[in-house]
């Protein structure tokens, strides 16, 4: 019911910058949070970032680096990810959830982005 599409990645040297957008289209009522979450291979999928209503929350070892934010009116979330580094590399994923509107039945939803490669060079 609610479909999240996330773009921006791609490869840069260490030091560099990329922002990554999910963009959330469907039957939403509403959404209570926002999140990204890095996998690369062999190692289970980690939170990097996340915002809600509650604040956000930013992985210590991307802090001071990373920031997340998020239009609410485009229902679209943002991380900029600065001064990259080798071990940011991975396959990050866009995760929303919240309540959909579908015919007047509202339920729960959790949604996934396909996933998008970011690649940091030394």
């Known amino acids: 019911q609610v479909q999240l599409v996330e773009s921006g990645g791609g490869s840069v040297q260490a030091g560099g910058s990329l922002r990554l957008s999910c963009s959330a289209s469907?039957?939403?009522?509403?959404?209570?949070?926002m999140g990204w979450y890095r996998q690369v291979p062999g190692k289970q999928r980690e939170l990097v970032s996340l915002?809600?209503?509650?604040?956000?929350y930013i992985a210590e070892s991307v802090e001071g680096r990373f920031t997340i934010s998020r239009d609410n009116a485009k229902n679209t979330m943002y991380q900029e990810m600065n001064s990259l580094k080798p071990k940011d590399t991975g396959v990050y994923y866009c995760s929303a959830r919240g309540l959909y509107d579908r015919r007047g039945r509202v339920g729960d939803f959790e949604s996934w982005g396909q996933g998008i490669q970011v690649t940091v060079s030394s």
């Open positions: 915002i809600s209503g509650g604040g956000t």
């Open positions: 469907g039957s939403i009522f509403s959404i209570s949070a």
